[in-house]
T-cell receptor
Framework: QKEVEQNSGPLSVPEGAIASLNCTYS??????FFWYRQYSGKSPELIMS????GDKEDGRFTAQLNKASQYVSLLIRDSQPSDSATYLC????????????FGKGTHLIIQP | KAGVTQTPRYLIKTRGQQVTLSCSPI?????VSWYQQTPGQGLQFLFE???????NKGNFPGRFSGRQFSNSRSEMNVSTLELGDSALYLC???????????????FGAGSRLTVL
């Protein structure tokens, strides 16, 4: 059974610091990796996607993928109080696989 | 352009009843997926439709069913409701079916179902 593991938190980070969120996955053939942000009472919204090993940067966000270690991370630089949310890691095996497999999310709190 | 629209947003049912939830995807999107979100299990994949055909199905009992219409709108149905079916049901749309690496999943606001 495909599994995606995340530390549930809460992860508390001071404003302006770097927040580091981690995720491991069990399915070695996974091809696509996503980070979604979900505010309380809202639906998930895509923050980053990454498909190959290495780093991918978009503004204050950097996604890192290491397929050999089956590990995905999300770094948020210059953290802002508005970044306080639950961050969901999602994995897809590609082709006609069974939808996205989500982790249960990490609750991030940015302290002003 | 309009996002993914889900109706109803909130509903309360009793055990044994059935419920139908509706999802209108973003205009031009042809693939619709459904997910169940609960505090204990998180987000779990229910099924995915493309061109009126169910392409994939998650590990849920047969009480959970769905369909897609020619205009890409989708409905899901849960029959013989159980207390454990209380959840947020999220619909997501994308341009095409298959590898979501090529297509971003955009979620609707969800339908929150409470079963008493």
């Amino acid at each position: 059974q495909k599994e995606v593991e995340q530390n549930s938190g809460p992860l508390s980070v001071p404003e302006g610091a770097i927040a580091s969120l981690n995720c491991t996955y069990s399915d070695r053939v996974s091809q696509s990796f996503f980070w979604y942000r979900q505010y309380s009472g809202k639906s998930p919204e895509l923050i980053m996607s990454i498909y190959s090993n290495g780093d991918k940067e978009d503004g204050r966000f950097t996604a890192q993928l290491n397929k050999a270690s089956q590990y995905v991370s999300l770094l948020i630089r210059d953290s802002q109080p508005s970044d306080s949310a639950t961050y969901l890691c999602a994995v897809h095996s590609g082709g006609g696989a069974d939808g996205l497999t989500f982790g249960k999310g990490t609750h991030l709190i940015i302290q002003p | 352009k309009a996002g993914v629209t889900q109706t109803p947003r909130y509903l309360i049912k009793t055990r044994g009843q059935q419920v139908t939830l509706s999802c209108s995807p973003i205009s031009g999107h042809r693939s619709v997926s459904w997910y169940q979100q609960t505090p204990g299990q998180g987000l779990q994949f229910l099924f995915e439709y493309f061109s009126e055909t169910q392409r994939n199905k998650g590990n849920f009992p047969g009480r959970f069913s769905g369909r897609q219409f020619s205009n890409s709108r989708s409905e899901m149905n849960v029959s013989t409701l159980e207390l454990g079916d209380s959840a947020l049901y999220l619909c997501a749309s994308s341009l095409i079916w298959g590898n979501p690496g090529a297509n971003v999943l955009t979620f609707g606001a969800g339908s929150r179902l409470t079963v008493l």
